[in-house]
C-alpha cells in the first residue's frame, strides 16, 4: 500500500476509533428497508425508555452486500436518518455526534440479516464526566485562516464547453473565475468520509495542477443525496477530507476554501427517480476562485 493510500485509510481508521470503546446498541432492518419492522421498533423503543440518560456519540448504518455500491450507500443514509428521527429530542447527543453508514464495506458476517443494522454507540451517564477522555478527544491545533473571497458568481462546468477529452488541468487552465469542475470518480464509502481507492487518479491530478499553478485558488464543494437534509454536515466533512489530503501533500491550506451544501443544490429534484440521478447529485465539484 503506497502512503496516499495509507493516507485515505488513516482517515478513515481514525474516524471510528472513537466509537470502538463505548457501549453500543444495534437495531435491524428485513431486506431493502430503511423502516425497522414491529418487533425491532418496540425493542428501540424499549431502549429509549431505559436509556434516557445516557449519552449518544455515534449512529453508524450498514447493509448486507446485496445490490449496488450506489444503492447501498443510499439505503444506508435512509436507515441513520429513519434512527436519528426516532432518537432525537430522546436521548442526548454530542453536538458534534457523527452519524455514518458503511453500506457493505465492513466486515460481514455469513448470516445477511446480522448485517442489516444501524448500531448507536453512546456513554452512560456515569461516565459522561469522563465524556473527552473516553472519547480520545484532546485540544486540537486551528486550522489555517482563509481569507473569504469575494462573492463569485458560479459557472456550470456545462456552460464551458469543454473538450471531451479535456483533462482536470485542461479545464482549469481553460476555465474562468467561478467555473465550476466536478471532480470524477472522487466518491467516498457510504456516507462516511472516507475517499474510495477509485478517487486517487483524479486527486493526484488535482494535487499535480495546484503545484503547477500556484496562484490557483479553489473552494471544494461538497454535496449529497438522497435524504430530505445533512443533518451531519456530511457534504461538509467530505470537502474537507479533500483538503486534508492535498494539504498533506504540500499544497498550502491558504489556497483551498471548503463548503458543505448537503442538498440544497441537486441536479435532480430529491427524492431522485433513480441511482444514475442519485450519482449525479452526490459528488465533489471544485471552484475556481484565483488563477
Not at 193 to 216: G, Q, R, Y
Not at 268 to 274: A, L, S, T, V
Amino acid at each position: 500500500m503506497n502512503a496516499k493510500a495509507l493516507f485515505f485509510s488513516f482517515f478513515f481508521c481514525v474516524s471510528l476509533t472513537c466509537v470502538r470503546a463505548q457501549e453500543q446498541f444495534s437495531v435491524f432492518f428485513d431486506s431493502n428497508k430503511f423502516e425497522t419492522n414491529a418487533a425491532e421498533s418496540q425493542k428501540l423503543q424499549d431502549w429509549i425508555a431505559a436509556n434516557s440518560s445516557v449519552k449518544i456519540v455515534a449512529i453508524n448504518g450498514y447493509t448486507d452486500d446485496d445490490g449496488t455500491n450506489g444503492f447501498n450507500d443510499t439505503l444506508a443514509q435512509k436507515r441513520v436518518h429513519f434512527i436519528f428521527n426516532k432518537v432525537k429530542d430522546k436521548i442526548k447527543t454530542r453536538e458534534d455526534f457523527k452519524t455514518r453508514s458503511f453500506g457493505e464495506n465492513f466486515h460481514q458476517s455469513k448470516n445477511k440479516a446480522e448485517n442489516r443494522k444501524v448500531t448507536l454507540y453512546y456513554i452512560l451517564a456515569k461516565d459522561l464526566a469522563r465524556e473527552n477522555e473516553i472519547l480520545g478527544i484532546t485540544p486540537g491545533k486551528a486550522e489555517p485562516k482563509v481569507e473569504e473571497p469575494q462573492e463569485i458568481i458560479p459557472i456550470e462546468e456545462e456552460a464551458m464547453n469543454f473538450s471531451e477529452n479535456a483533462t482536470l488541468e485542461d479545464k482549469i487552465q481553460q476555465a474562468r473565475k467561478g467555473t465550476l469542475i466536478k471532480l470524477k470518480d472522487v466518491n467516498f464509502f457510504q456516507n462516511s468520509f472516507a475517499v474510495m481507492p477509485s478517487a486517487k487518479p483524479t486527486v493526484d491530478a488535482l494535487i499535480e495542477t495546484l503545484k503547477n499553478h500556484p496562484k490557483l485558488k479553489i473552494e471544494i464543494q461538497g454535496h449529497i443525496c438522497c435524504v430530505a437534509s445533512d443533518i451531519r454536515n456530511l457534504s461538509l466533512d467530505r470537502a474537507r477530507q479533500i483538503k486534508r489530503i492535498l494539504v498533506s501533500e504540500g499544497i498550502d491550506g491558504a489556497r483551498i476554501q471548503v463548503k458543505g451544501f448537503g442538498v440544497s443544490k441537486p441536479k435532480f429534484p430529491i427524492p431522485e427517480k433513480n441511482e444514475s440521478e442519485a450519482a449525479l447529485n452526490r459528488r465533489v465539484e471544485i471552484m475556481i476562485l484565483d488563477k
